[in-house]
């Protein structure tokens, strides 16, 4: 189960303040029927729920719902603190000058909601941490002697999201939502590479990025990151989604900016889903020093050739 609760943060000292995880993302698309065949041949758990459809990981939480929409678009971002934490993000808005808004139709809440520099509606409101802890133990290694270590395919295992890891949205300004998501959220820059991309974390600790923008145009969503008990699950996934037809894509491969295995899978509507395992973790204790590294040298350690659709920004083409 996602850690709910449990943990105390032990960086909540004055002056420091940042939400801790995610709560939920909202996805606006035309065709939501095809939400729900595409989120269900990804392992996730997806179910009606009023006007939308709820997508749930094996942690058993609703990361993500998705509703009718004319376009594909995010339609908020909702991001979680700690209870004690909420007085003082408002202050903090307030003293910001950064208006505060109602909550969109049908979305009622009791969180601080505002608009994001790209005109995306964030709510912080207090949740359970949904960030993990710490790194996830990896499934056990086939290493041991005198074990036949694969099974056979009908053992094989449906591929299914442990959780959810983190979003990555285009954006024309990188800096500017860096600056704005630290000044905000308390959002940390992991690691950056230029102005074409940055990776944000929680300081309260979460996977090398919760958060990531990439330059672009024009605002969009690039890819859903969700992740994955085992290398052996994003290959699986992704055999499961070219079977079921869903081939587009990019992986297997390795990225150096967060170490993680991926697999990403184009979804309806020209973004995607990621199959990830084994990112890197900032603790909370961390003295994390962010690095502006070579993109050339960054992007991924090892896989096939990026497929020039990857960095094709799907909602700057149907404005
Ligand atoms: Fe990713």
Known sequence: MTAIGRYRAPSAEPGRL????????????????????????????????????????????????????????LHHLTFHCF???????????????????????GFDSNGLWFADPDGLAVEIRVGPKTSPDGKAPPAPLDGESGVRCAPYRRFAEAPRPRRLSHLLRFTADVDRMVGFYDRTLGLKLSDRSGGNIAFLHAIHGSDHHMVAFARSGAPGLHHV??????????????????????????????????????????DPWGSFAEYSFNIDYIPASAEWEPIDHPGEDSFYLWGPEMPPEFVFNAEAAQA
């Open 83 to 105: 209870e004690e934490d909420l007085p003082r993000f408002k202050a903090r808005l307030e003293e910001a000058r950064i208006p505060l808004l109602s909550p969109p139709p």
């Open 225 to 266: 990151s969700w992740d994955m008990p085992s290398l052996d699950s994003v290959g699986l996934g992704a055999m499961t989604m070219a079977e079921r037809g869903w081939r587009m894509g990019w992986g297997l491969g390795r990225h150096v900016l967060g170490s993680n295995y991926f697999h990403y899978v184009r």
């Open 18 to 73: 940042g939400v801790h995880s995610i709560g939920e993302f909202v996805l606006s698309v035309p065709a939501p029927e095809k939400a729900q065949e595409f989120y269900a041949a990804f392992g996730l758990d997806v179910t009606e729920s009023g006007n939308a459809l709820a997508l749930s990981a094996a942690d058993g939480y609703r990361w993500g719902r998705v509703v009718g929409g004319r376009r594909k678009a």
